[in-house]
C-alpha cells in the first residue's frame, strides 16, 4: 500500500565505505527525485530523473551516482562515504507540475 | 542565499482556534507553491498547493494564499486540532519542463495545545 518507500530506514557505516539508499513508488508518476535534509533540517534537492533520464543534477559530489532501472525506481549510490554525508535522504515521485510526494526517509549515520 | 523563509520557528496555537503559517520568497520565477506537514521520523507529507494564476486555494480546514506582489504566502488553518501538531514547510518552484525543482523554507513547528 505504501506509495513511495525506501530501504533501509536507518543506516549506520564507516567513512570511507560504498552503500546504496533504494526507492520504489507504486503510483504510476513518470519522475523521482532525491532530497537531503541535513543537520540543520533544511531539505535540498539532490537529483531527479524523468522515465529513467536524469533532468535535474545539483551541485552534488560525483560520489553521489543515481540509478533509475525503471520509472518506478530510483536508488542512490553513494562512494566513499565521509562524516558530512550524514543527513536523511528523502525520495519522492510525482507527476510533471504536481505535488511531489515523498518516501519516509533514510537515515544515514557514518561514523 | 535562502530563496524561500520561514521567519517564525515556532507557532503555538490552542485547540480550535486559526493557525497562520508565513512564508516568503525571493525568486520571481516561483509560480507553484505548496505546504507540507512534517511528523517526526517520516516524510514530508503533501497538504495543499497554489499556482501564481490564483490568491487563494482552499482545501477543508486548510487555506492557502498567495500574495505575488508582496511575494508572500501563508497557510490557514480552522480550527486547529492536537494532531496538527507537526513541522510545517513553505515550497517554491518554477513551472518548467517534467520535473518541479522545489525550493523549501526551514519550517516552522506548530504546537497545537488543548
Known amino acids: 500500500d505504501t506509495a513511495v518507500s525506501q530501504t533501509p530506514k536507518y543506516l549506520v557505516t564507516q567513512m570511507g565505505n560504498d552503500k546504496s539508499i533504494k526507492c520504489e513508488q507504486n503510483l504510476g508518476h513518470d519522475t523521482m527525485y532525491w532530497y537531503k535534509q541535513d543537520s540543520k533540517k533544511f531539505l535540498k534537492i539532490m537529483f531527479s530523473?524523468?522515465?529513467?533520464?536524469?533532468?535535474i543534477n545539483e551541485t552534488v559530489p560525483n560520489r553521489f551516482s543515481p540509478k533509475s532501472p525503471d520509472k518506478a525506481h530510483l536508488n542512490l549510490h553513494i562512494n566513499s562515504l565521509e562524516l558530512g554525508d550524514s543527513a536523511v535522504y528523502f525520495c519522492?515521485?510525482?507527476?510533471?507540475?504536481?505535488?511531489?510526494?515523498f518516501g519516509p526517509g533514510t537515515r544515514l549515520l557514518v561514523l | 542565499d535562502q530563496q524561500v523563509k520561514q521567519n517564525s520557528p515556532s507557532l503555538s496555537v490552542q485547540e480550535g482556534r486559526i493557525s497562520i503559517l508565513n512564508c516568503d520568497y525571493t525568486n520571481s520565477m516561483f509560480d507553484y507553491f505548496l505546504w507540507y506537514k512534517k511528523y517526526p521520523a517520516e516524510g514530508p507529507t503533501f497538504l495543499i498547493s497554489i499556482s501564481s494564476i490564483k490568491d487563494k486555494n482552499e482545501d477543508g480546514r486548510f487555506t492557502v494564499f498567495l500574495n505575488k506582489s508582496a511575494k508572500h504566502l501563508s497557510l490557514h488553518i480552522v480550527p486547529s486540532q492536537p494532531g496538527d501538531s507537526a513541522v510545517y514547510f513553505c515550497a517554491a518552484s518554477p513551472v518548467t519542463g517534467t520535473a518541479s525543482k522545489l525550493t523549501f523554507g526551514t519550517g516552522t513547528r506548530l504546537q497545537v495545545t488543548l
Open positions: 530523473y524523468n522515465n529513467k533520464e536524469l533532468i
Open positions: 519522492a515521485s510525482s507527476r510533471p507540475i504536481e505535488a511531489q510526494y
